[in-house]
């Protein structure tokens, strides 16, 4: 079982830059992903890493502006963002698994409960 808990989020204007994180608890898996959820749309892939930092992805939209890195010591993964656009706006949500396609939601059957963006223009 894993438990999974997001801070960082809040209002920042355009072109601002957050760092969002992840903490996890207990054991059974090998990567965490971020997901972010706009109103009114499907939850989407944004990034992921595995626990040993041998692998990383993220969705091509946001190559450059968003990375992702791990502080294994406090088991915890980091989402930092940078050059924030109000299209950016959404609940970010991190979700822990060990298999299956690396960018679908079945894939996690672990989530955090989500922290709010919100980019002004």
């Known amino acids: 079982q894993v438990q999974l808990e997001e801070s960082g989020g809040g209002l920042v204007q355009a072109g601002g830059s957050l760092r969002l994180a992840c903490v996890a608890s207990g054991s059974g898996y090998s990567r965490i992903a971020w997901f972010r959820q706009a109103p009114g749309k499907e939850r989407e892939f944004v990034a992921v890493?595995?626990?040993?930092?041998?692998?990383?992805d993220y969705e091509s939209s946001v190559k450059g502006r968003f990375t992702v890195s791990r502080d294994n010591a406090k088991n915890t993964v980091y989402l930092h963002i940078t050059s924030l656009e109000p299209k950016d706006t959404a609940a970010y949500y991190c979700?822990?698994?060990?298999?299956?396609?690396?960018?679908?939601?079945?894939?996690?059957?672990?989530w955090g409960q989500g922290t709010e963006v919100t980019v002004s223009s």
């Open positions: 979700a822990a698994g060990q298999g299956g396609l690396l960018r679908s939601r079945a894939s996690y059957p672990y």
């Open positions: 890493i595995s626990r040993d930092g041998g692998l990383e």
